[in-house]
């Protein structure tokens, strides 16, 4: 026997993937404990091998772009494989698209956070369309007569594929188109032109550098007016039935998120409605905006899960140097210090879908950057390190690791990178005192429970930053936050494996670094995949 194969870890299939422990708390505690059996039965179907297929296949076999049609027709449409048409049946099944704007049960948006989490961790590129349906709903209320007409079917759960009239079909997916070659997050520097037309519409010129989703039925676009930058609808079918102006020069060849198709659309006398004044265009997709940023947080929560399940999988099945490497310290401490991290983003992303059920609009106006900037970081620095628990077994395609990893830094890009996200903080602390107060109060909320968590929190009431400080300030505030969400509500061991390290200064700088006396074992026990 030369083939014998042994001591290799069994495929993670065939589990609950909403069986998390943090998740479900967070969910009845955040307004939504009616969600929890849907939230296992969406769970149970994620963590099934079929779905699993989907996410690869529409990963493998990428979308398409055709231009023409076999007679010459221009026709700008993006073939997908049926896989992904399957995640998206599922996603807007499920009420992941619009349909919290529709529900008027208490939590709505926490049970659409969560089913979110849950389902991205089987693939995360169909998740954009996903993610800026939902967040255009209140956008387009900027207009009321727009939003009359098409948000009954933004919030439909009905996933109707195909460039038809809108008011046609069971449902609609949206996107947008704000980026431009020239300009990328700094939006005024756009040069798409808008003009009206005497029938009340406008016409756009001009070329968008990131446009993902191409195939949505509607995009929210950004561009000149005569008074300045302005935010403007754009269906693909007009109204009559005939097709917009929406030539599509070309799909990006992107790092990651391959299933998704990310192209450069061309308007030349586009047809557009206005959304908001004219002028003032950041300021109404700014709320657009701020729902995608929240997406962010979440689904890079779920990315760091997703990628923490697959390592303790595999370390409780794979042996080495004479036993399970999970039961090994120097491992079982990066495990546990990776599932601390993943409990941490998972609090914070479900604390800030409690504030938009809740309107709790002062404290996400600082929170919701904070998150999307210091979650979104740990994503990649967390996923390889789990790659590595697998070895070379986690670096081939066979398995989920490379496509987690690959996915793992666009939701720092997505939305305002990084310093766009730090800025906006030092932003809101400058300008906004209220943002501020609220913040401090919800991390207050834990004071007295640990003292390094109340010696970060009264530091970061004595900090005066300049744009200098602006990546440290968000970090800390980050920080504080999370430490604040753990010391209330996870077990013992993981809030003080957290303020040990991540406030306390006692950690290294890797993952495996929790102190001596760490409970590791309970840790990783809670973390692990049911």
Not at 96 to 124: I, N
Not at 227 to 246: A, E, K, M
Request: hydrophobic letters at 40%.
């Amino acid at each position: 026997m030369t083939h014998e194969v042994f001591n290799q870890a069994p495929p993670l299939v065939d589990y609950d993937v909403s069986a998390d422990a943090a998740l479900l708390a967070a969910v009845a505690r955040e307004g939504a404990p009616w969600a929890v059996g849907d939230l296992h039965r969406l769970g149970k179907l994620a963590g099934t091998a079929e779905p699993q297929r989907w996410a690869d296949e529409a990963n493998r076999y990428e979308p398409r772009l055709l231009t023409h049609d076999r007679y010459g027709h221009r026709v700008d449409e993006v073939e997908f494989h049926p896989s992904w048409h399957r995640l998206m049946e599922v996603a807007v099944a499920e009420g992941l698209a619009g349909a919290p704007w529709a529900d008027t049960r208490p939590g709505a948006h926490v049970a659409r956070a969560a089913g979110v989490f849950v389902w991205s961790q089987v693939e995360a590129g169909h998740i954009c369309p996903i993610s800026m349906t939902y967040a255009v709903v209140p956008a387009l209320r900027h207009n009321s007569d727009l939003s009359g007409v098409y948000e009954p079917l933004l919030t439909a759960k009905t996933y109707d594929f195909g460039l038809r009239t809108p008011t046609a079909k069971r449902g609609l997916i949206a996107g947008m188109g704000m980026t431009e070659k020239q300009g990328g997050s700094d939006v005024r520097a756009n040069t798409t032109k808008a003009e009206k037309s005497g029938d009340g519409t406008y016409r756009l010129t001009g070329h968008k550098w990131f446009t993902s989703a191409p195939m949505s039925d509607l995009f929210l676009v950004l561009a000149q007016a005569e008074s300045g930058l302005s935010c403007f609808l754009v269906p693909r079918v007009l109204p009559d039935g005939t097709r917009n102006v929406f030539r599509i020069q070309r799909l990006k060849d992107k790092l990651g998120n391959r299933s998704n198709a990310s192209s450069e659309p061309e308007f030349d006398g586009t047809t557009a409605w206005l959304v908001g004044p004219e002028g003032q265009g950041v300021r109404t997709i700014i709320e657009m905006v701020a729902m995608t940023r929240l997406d962010c947080v979440i689904g890079s929560a779920s990315g760091m899960r997703a990628a923490l399940s697959q390592a303790i999988h595999h370390t409780r099945h794979r042996s080495a140097f004479g036993g399970l490497l999970a039961d090994k310290p120097v491992m079982r401490n990066v495990l546990a210090d990776m599932a601390v991290e993943s409990e941490a983003a998972t609090l914070l992303a479900m604390r800030l879908a409690g504030a938009v059920d809740r309107g709790e609009q002062a404290f996400q106006r600082l929170a919701v950057a904070v998150g999307k900037f210091w979650v979104c970081k740990r994503q990649p620095v967390l996923v390889g390190e789990a790659l590595e628990c697998l070895g070379g077994n986690g670096y081939v395609e066979d398995s989920q690791m490379p496509r987690l990893y690959r996915d793992a830094p666009l939701n720092s890009i997505w939305e305002g990178s990084g310093n766009v996200q730090a800025l906006d903080v030092l932003r809101t602390l400058r300008k906004e005192p209220d943002a501020l107060a609220a913040f401090l109060a919800e991390a207050e909320t834990a004071a007295g429970a640990d003292r390094r968590l109340d010696a970060a929190v009264t530091a970061l009431k004595n900090e005066r930053p300049d744009e200098v400080d602006a990546r440290r300030v968000a970090e800390r505030l980050a920080l504080v936050l999370q430490g604040s969400l753990l010391v209330r509500h996870s077990p013992p061991e993981v809030a003080d494996a957290f303020c040990a390290t991540r406030l306390g200064g006692d950690w290294g700088h890797t993952f495996g670094t929790l102190p001596r006396g760490a409970d590791t074992t309970a840790i990783v026990d809670r973390a692990a995949p049911a």
